[in-house]
T-cell receptor, first 114, second 111 residues
Framework: DAGITQSPRHKVTETGTPVTLRCHQTENHRYMYWYRQDPGHGLRLIHYSYGVKDTDKGEVSDGYSVSRSKTEDFLLTLESATSSQTSVYFC?????????????FGPGTRLTVL | QKEVEQNSGPLSVPEGAIASLNCTYSDRGSQSFFWYRQYSGKSPELIMFIYSNGDKEDGRFTAQLNKASQYVSLLIRDSQPSDSATYLCAVPPGGYQKVTFGIGTKLQVIP
């Protein structure tokens, strides 16, 4: 398995509170991604990073921010959590964006916003 | 039209049969196509990728690509109960960083 960990694995929080999810990799891959997965929507890209301090938005970035200060860590922050952000969040990594390069997924974080 | 479309299923097949999973995509510029398998409560894992027209075989799995018709399919031969999972089709459009995933097809293999 690719060396990807996510923390926490489960979190319950209340509406309006800030939440930070962490993705840590030991593969030294350049690209890192945050997805959310919801029934009926599949995996949707929130933000991604193509290098330290280099990030860009995905299709569902509203209400989320990210930071990457080191190659191995990619943080996802919900500044003020809402119930619509209840979801399973997956981090993924990829060595490059070449056409044969796959993404390797972390174990996921189940977030519940009450 | 969604960029990547899959029938959510469930698709039920008897053990030992061939399971056929289909995916259509809208971006004619797409060059690579990936199939991921996701067991319930787990993260997706890559099982196949294909970027040339035709068939690509790996064990019991065959990926088929038809760029003219803009579809990619996954065949699972001799289906086993352990193949029961959701299969996600993933297609990178022109910019490879932003892969688009289909909603996935749930496969149930009945013993």
């Amino acid at each position: 398995d690719a060396g990807i960990t996510q923390s926490p694995r489960h979190k319950v929080t209340e509406t309006g509170t800030p939440v930070t999810l962490r993705c840590h990799q030991t593969e030294n891959h350049r690209y890192m991604y945050w997805y959310r997965q919801d029934p009926g929507h599949g995996l949707r890209l929130i933000h991604y990073s193509y290098g330290v301090k280099d990030t860009d938005k995905g299709e569902v970035s509203d209400g989320y921010s990210v930071s990457r200060s080191k190659t191995e860590d990619f943080l996802l922050t919900l500044e003020s959590a809402t119930s619509s952000q209840t979801s399973v969040y997956f981090c993924a990594i990829s060595p490059s964006s070449g056409r044969t390069d796959t993404q390797y997924f972390g174990p996921g974080t189940r977030l519940t916003v009450l | 039209q969604k960029e990547v479309e899959q029938n959510s299923g469930p698709l039920s097949v008897p053990e030992g049969a061939i399971a056929s999973l289909n995916c259509t995509y809208s971006d004619r510029g797409s060059q690579s196509f990936f199939w991921y398998r996701q067991y319930s409560g787990k993260s997706p894992e890559l099982i196949m990728f294909i970027y040339s027209n035709g068939d690509k075989e790996d064990g019991r799995f065959t990926a088929q690509l038809n760029k003219a018709s803009q579809y990619v399919s996954l065949l699972i031969r001799d289906s086993q109960p352990s193949d029961s999972a959701t299969y996600l089709c993933a297609v990178p459009p022109g910019g490879y960083q932003k892969v688009t995933f289909g909603i996935g097809t749930k496969l149930q293999v009945i013993p």
